[in-house]
């Protein structure tokens, strides 16, 4: 397939001078307020329809929006400032592609394309991370490593991806390449973190398949430690380069504190925490419980096995090793043996993929028969289609609220919270 010129034209009068053609924020030019008020909206006619059908009580809430500072709380509808939120986002990430001349070029792939648009900062990642990836190229360039070329297959460089830190500086670059032995990468990972000192991770993943998806399934530290810490609700959490960890951490706290509000625990609960990732959810609520002198029993299940390193490290750091586990498994399979085994769950935290979760996760989830399901989810088309069978199996939503994560765009991220009568 032949490669189309790059794109080129800047997009004069608009708030980003790329918007149009990179089509990552594609609500950019919309005032917040309009933003929240429209995805409201588009929550409501997803909702209402299913709490009509069970005659639930709950009503869809106001989405809540980032405030005009990080030490300002979530803002609805009503208050939200005019201001528009910026530097939002602490992952970025930018493909490579060879350019004309031999070097290496990184940026963002045209909306639609894989045609790279140079970006020289981008307002809504974290301060200095685009300035960071673009480095990246140069130095590529200068040490001769070659960018990884997608019609011809050869060449090395496919991907780099950058995780800020929220509340500590420091941030973990993961460098995703064709095949493992890349000459001079070790140096220009040492040369990256000689010049950015917040670097405390280099990792190399590689990824050999033909693919649009960004990581492949070998990852090596090149330079620096094994994981970067960031806080999130006073917990500590260290995450490695392939764990999951959420996009707009200022917003995850809103997120969080809603699900451990949802959970309504009391002591000694029996949590369970699927798709749990790194474990900060379980965790975080764990926390919580402690502050209010009471501890819980935490199980978390994740198909990682990087996530699940981390939870348990996670535990450790937060003092909750004595009273969590973590298994690496597939959610599904965890559940129907749990169901089997007849385990004791009082409160089930569910947050999937954006494919939601499986009808037989969600038949063993009743039998088990917690008290609460909170769950959790970044796609609320396959949480309507899970609540529905949730909904058949007996349980009530008591509260649903959406929470925007992702400012800019049309996704929400939402918060359900269910008891059994
Ligand atoms: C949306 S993330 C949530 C992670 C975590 N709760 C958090 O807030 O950071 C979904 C997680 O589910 C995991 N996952 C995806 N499919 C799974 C499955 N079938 N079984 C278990 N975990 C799965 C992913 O690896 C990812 O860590």
């Given at each position: 397939m032949a490669k189309k010129p790059a794109a080129k034209h800047t997009d004069a009068g608009a708030p980003c001078p790329i918007m149009h053609s990179c089509g990552g924020c594609a609500w950019l030019g919309l005032p917040y307020r309009k933003q929240l008020a429209r995805k409201h909206t588009a929550m409501r006619e997803l909702f209402e329809p299913l709490i009509a059908q069970f005659d639930w009580d709950a009503q869809v809430e106001p989405v809540l929006g980032m405030g005009a500072s990080r030490e300002s709380g979530p803002v609805t509808v009503a208050d939200a400032p005019l201001a528009s939120p910026r530097a939002l986002r602490h992952k970025a990430a930018t493909p490579f592609a060879p350019a004309a001349d031999g070097s290496v070029r990184g940026g963002f792939f045209a909306r639609g394309t894989h045609d790279i648009v140079d970006c020289p900062a981008c307002a809504v990642e974290a301060p200095g991370a685009r300035e960071l990836l673009n480095d990246v190229a140069h130095l590529a360039t200068e040490l001769g490593i070659p960018a990884y070329d997608e019609d011809r297959r050869c060449g090395q460089l496919r991907y780099a991806v950058l995780r800020c830190g929220w509340r500590t500086d420091e941030s973990m670059l993961t460098i995703v390449t064709r095949s493992l032995e890349v000459e001079r990468l070790d140096e220009l990972a040492h040369r990256l973190i000689e010049s950015h000192p917040e670097l405390v991770t280099v990792a190399q993943n590689v990824n050999p398949r033909v693919?649009?998806?960004?990581?492949?399934g070998q990852t090596r530290i090149l330079a620096g430690r094994e994981r970067m810490t960031d806080r999130l609700l006073d917990c500590t959490f260290e995450i490695s380069p392939v764990s999951f960890y959420q996009v707009n951490p200022q917003q995850t706290e809103v997120l969080y504190q809603l699900a451990i509000d949802g959970m309504d625990l009391a002591g000694s609960d029996a949590v369970l925490d699927t798709y749990c990732g790194s474990g900060t959810i379980g965790l975080a609520a764990a926390a919580a419980a402690r502050k209010q002198g009471f501890d819980i029993a935490l199980t978390g299940v994740e198909r990682n096995p990087e996530g699940v390193r981390d939870a348990v490290r996670n535990a450790e750091l937060n003092d909750l090793d004595g009273t969590s586990s973590f298994i690496a498994r597939d959610a599904t399979e965890y559940m129907l043996e749990a169901a089997r085994r007849g385990d004791h769950v009082d409160v089930l935290v569910m947050d999937p993929p954006r494919a939601g979760s499986t009808p037989e996760f969600l038949d063993a989830s009743s039998s088990l028969a917690p008290r609460r399901i909170v769950y959790i989810s970044c796609n609320p088309h396959t949480q309507v289609r899970d609540l529905k069978h949730l909904g058949r199996a007996g349980y009530r939503l008591e509260r649903l609220t959406p929470v925007d994560l992702f400012p800019h765009t049309e996704h929400v991220e939402t918060v359900a919270v269910l008891t059994r009568p």
């Open positions: 693919t649009n998806a960004i990581l492949g």
